[in-house]
């Protein structure tokens, strides 16, 4: 996971990641280090999230991903879109 956003970040760049993976890497771990402690906004969410799951099971882990996903992406201050098949 941390080298996925390395990538992402170094296309955000410009770059590409086997150019300077040290640099994509330390930049990955600073963005997920800022998520380790959570916000009120965060446990929010999560509280909601939880007591939205009361009315609605998750029956499959891609139901599970495409939450994480909407929940990622959101957080990221995006919509989250369909993808194609």
Do not use: C
């Not at 955000?12 to 280090?33: C, E, I, N, S």
Request: charged content about 30%; glycine content about 6%.
């Amino acid at each position: 996971m941390l080298d996925q956003l390395a990538g992402a970040l170094a296309t955000a760049d410009g770059a590409t990641f086997d150019a300077d993976p040290t640099r994509y890497r330390r930049l990955a771990h600073a963005a997920f280090k800022v998520r380790a402690k959570p916000t009120e906004a965060m446990i929010d969410a999560a509280y909601e999230a939880v007591r939205f799951d009361e009315h609605w099971a998750i029956n499959s882990r891609r139901d599970f991903g495409k939450g994480v996903r909407a929940t990622m992406l959101a957080a990221a201050g995006e919509t989250p879109t369909r993808r194609a098949r």
